[in-house]
């Protein structure tokens, strides 16, 4: 098996594959930009795309991509199993959410408010969008804490965490 490790070369790869059938599936490929980039293409040519690792609801779409099937639960699911527990474990957090400027982060913090309703605007209190190709996040990270947030909501890379608590794991 061939592991490939950067976005552009990924997807033409696989299309390189297809193309000569030297490939009976892809299975469990990572991420959501990549698997966006080649779901049309793999469906047109029958290969099924199994157990991808990629949340967008793009992906869950059996209409227009039979052969893709994802293996995490829809972004909508996950909102709101996440906005209830917060919901009832602390109704009063002031939150501060940071976020990867792309459609996957921008979806999870639109069902958040989504589901938070009818106190989103109180209960979000300050968003940070940062890109991957930024040095550090501590502009940001600066920005939330001053905002007198109680709670801090992510579902970003590691480097975030570290930058919210950089005890934690």
């Not at 199994?50 to 829809?74: G, Q, R």
Request: hydrophobic share 35%.
């Amino acid at each position: 098996m061939t592991t490939l490790s950067r976005r552009p070369r990924r997807s033409s790869k696989r299309a390189s594959w297809s193309r000569s059938d030297e490939v009976l599936a892809v299975v469990g490929s990572i991420g959501t930009p990549t698997n966006l980039a080649t779901s049309k293409y793999l469906n047109s040519k029958g290969v099924p795309q199994i157990l991808v690792l990629a949340s967008t609801p793009k992906l869950d779409d059996p209409d227009n991509l039979p052969w893709t099937t994802t293996f995490m639960m829809p972004q909508p699911v996950e909102t709101r199993i996440y906005a209830e527990y917060l919901l009832k474990s602390k109704p009063d957090a002031r939150i501060a959410v940071i976020y990867q400027n792309d459609d996957w982060e921008k979806a999870i913090w639109a069902g958040s408010r989504r589901h938070s309703e009818p106190r989103p605007r109180t209960m979000i209190v300050k968003e940070a969008a940062y890109d991957v190709t930024e040095p550090t996040i501590d502009s940001q990270i600066v920005a939330l804490k001053a905002s007198g947030a109680d709670t801090c909501s992510t579902a970003s890379q590691c480097t975030v965490r570290r930058a919210v608590d950089p005890q934690g794991p």
